[in-house]
Structure formats: structure tokens, C-alpha cells
């Protein structure tokens, strides 16, 4: 009896994946890095491009809560954009990264804030594009997405604070 196993002759094998580099992005904000890592994770929605990344648009708001980063949008829907597996605060977090998606279809997303002489160095490691659903297309969208993200929030780490209602980090 054959083996079940085995390939037949002339069988076609698939290729092996085409492996993708991470996108890795980095901006230096001014400020202590716990101040940069309360920006990044506590005050997501005042600075988070959500006209162009986001699932529901404008008007709607990002959040860190427990486990998960979420969207909400202004009539109540909700929808997840990835779970945190590692929460290191003030130094970094990992989760898994599917914003428009499921978790079925995730990547990996790992943001480490460090600090240096002119402040915090935020640095974005945006891997594992296996896990989507177009691994190359994904990739290529968030290469292009990561640097206006992190100049938003560069922009809004750099406004000045003021106590007359505007953000206060400190």
C-alpha cells in the first residue's frame, strides 16, 4: 500500500510564502517618556488620523480600554483594532493588529518608547503580514499610513500646554 503521505511524482508543491520586511517607523517627540507613552496610549483620540484611518471616519473616537484598542463610532457601533498581549507602560506594548478586519486576519504591532537626549524616540515595529488577509497589500498600505500616524502625534506631543483647556500630559 502506498503511503498516504507521500507526494506523488510530478505533485505541485506550493511555494513558500514571500517573506516581507517590517515597516518600522520612529519619531522623536520633546518630554519624558512617560508623557510620551500617556500621548500615544491615553489621548489616541485627540490626535489618531481618523479621515483617513479609521473604520467608521471623522467623528469617530479611538481608545486604549483593558486589553483592547477600540473604535467607536458616533451612533454606538464599535469595532475592535487589535488586542494587547504585552503592556509594558511606559516603555512599550505589543498586540495583535487587524483595524478594519478580524483577529482571524491580524499582523503584529509593537510600539517601544525610549528615551533620548531631545526626548522620547516612539518607534513602530509593524510585522507578521502573513497574518492578513492581502500580505502585501496590507504592508504596503501601512508603510505608506505609519509616518502621517506618527507625525500627527509628533505634531500633537509638540503643541504647547496651556491652562486654558487645552491638552495638559504632565
Not at 518630554?31 to 479621515?51: C, I, K, N, Q
Not at 494587547?84 to 482571524?104: M, V
Not at 509628533?154 to 500646554?161: E, G, I, L, T
Request: negative net charge; proline residues 8%; aromatic residues 12%.
Amino acid at each position: 500500500m502506498e503511503n498516504l503521505f507521500s507526494h506523488a511524482p510530478g505533485s505541485d508543491v506550493p511555494e513558500p510564502a514571500v517573506s516581507l520586511e517590517p515597516v518600522i517607523c520612529t519619531v522623536v517627540v520633546p518630554g519624558p517618556v512617560s508623557r510620551a507613552f500617556m500621548g500615544f496610549t491615553d489621548h489616541t483620540h485627540l490626535w489618531w488620523p481618523m479621515e483617513t484611518n479609521s473604520v467608521y471616519g471623522p467623528g469617530s473616537y479611538v481608545e486604549f480600554e483593558e486589553n483592547l484598542i477600540l473604535e467607536s463610532a458616533e451612533d454606538g457601533r464599535s469595532t475592535t483594532w487589535g488586542t494587547i498581549d504585552d503592556w509594558q507602560p511606559p516603555l512599550s506594548f505589543h498586540a495583535s493588529w487587524y483595524p478594519g478586519s478580524t483577529a482571524l486576519w491580524s499582523t503584529e504591532l509593537r510600539v517601544v518608547f525610549r528615551g533620548v537626549k531631545e526626548g522620547t524616540e516612539v518607534r513602530v515595529v509593524h510585522d507578521g503580514w502573513e497574518g492578513a488577509e492581502d500580505p502585501a497589500g496590507t504592508r504596503t498600505s501601512w508603510e505608506t499610513d505609519w509616518p502621517e500616524v506618527l507625525s500627527r502625534f509628533a505634531r500633537f506631543m509638540a503643541a504647547p500646554q496651556s491652562r486654558g483647556g487645552r491638552r495638559h500630559l504632565d
